[in-house]
């Protein structure tokens, strides 16, 4: 219980830290070709990460309700970055690379839930006795 607690306030502070560092990648969008690649580079680099803390929250907590807490964590920051004003929202302007990073990082994250589904370790049968002819 306290490592899902614990994961979903680790949701919520990557949440605010990616969704401010998006709102830079996305204010030099209209600087030029250079900028939009890197913004792409930066974004890409960004899922991966996330798909991979979400696994790793769910391989560190040893079962799936830890992926879930701080895939939870996370979605309730950017669901209440999204407040929407005329122009965007309240910190991602109307532009492309912040849709990708929206669908982006939800598709990241419910990959990452998923596949954090973790068996139970197999047992193996008890040797054989070798019978002494």
């Known amino acids: 219980m306290l490592s899902f607690a614990v994961l979903l306030v680790t949701g919520l502070a990557v949440g605010v830290l990616s969704g401010f560092s998006m709102g830079w990648v996305s204010h030099y969008w209209d600087a030029g070709l250079a900028a939009q690649a890197a ?69 990241a994250l419910a990959a990452g839930v998923v596949r954090s589904f973790v068996l139970p370790p197999r047992t193996t049968p008890p040797a054989r006795a070798q019978s002494q002819n």
């Open 39 to 107: 913004g792409v580079a930066a974004l890409v680099a960004f899922v991966v990460l996330l798909y991979a803390l979400c696994r790793l929250a769910g391989w560190g907590s040893r079962r799936q309700s830890g992926a879930l807490a701080f895939a939870l964590g996370y979605v309730a920051v950017m669901m209440a970055m999204l407040g929407y004003v005329t122009g965007g929202s309240i910190l991602f302007p109307v532009k492309l690379v912040n849709y990708v990073f929206l669908f982006g990082s939800m598709i």
